[in-house]
Nanobody, 124 residues
Framework: QVQLVESGGGLVQAGGSLRLSCAAS????????MGWFRQAPGKEREFVAA????????YYADSVKGRFTISRDNAKNTVYLQMNSLKPEDTAVYYC?????????????????WGQGTQVTVSS
């Protein structure tokens, strides 16, 4: 079992930045590839970014490429999402997820464990 707890969400003006964190406990964190997803009201959950278990490979949705950066610190059992140049359309609940495998995945159903989510609101 893996428990995931997100933090770092909040209210920010357009153009601002936030850094989300996801702390993991349970099985060996470095055994899991990690992903970030988001869900806006009335919309389906969508992929944002993912990182391999070593941190050597990353992948981003086109909508966030060049603005968001995913990273991980396996010594701290934590994955991060640095979000810059935020836009109102980035407003959503952000979730981190883990799956027991080495490579990144962009499909939500591939992931085994999910956090409870953290709200990000970007005002115009």
């Amino acid at each position: 079992q893996v428990q995931l707890v997100e933090s770092g969400g909040g209210l920010v003006q357009a153009g601002g930045s936030l850094r989300l964190s996801c702390a993991a406990s349970g099985r060996t964190f470095s055994s899991y590839a990690m992903g970030w997803f988001r869900q806006a009201p009335g919309k389906e959950r969508e992929f944002v970014a993912a990182i391999s278990w070593s941190g050597g490979a990353t992948y981003y949705a086109d909508s966030v490429k060049g603005r968001f950066t995913i990273s991980r610190d396996n010594a701290k059992n934590t994955v991060y999402l640095q979000m810059n140049s935020l836009k109102p359309e980035d407003t959503a609940v952000y979730y981190c997820a883990a799956w027991l495998g080495p490579a990144w995945r962009r499909t939500a159903t591939d992931y085994d464990y999910w956090g409870q989510g953290t709200q990000v609101t970007v005002s115009s």
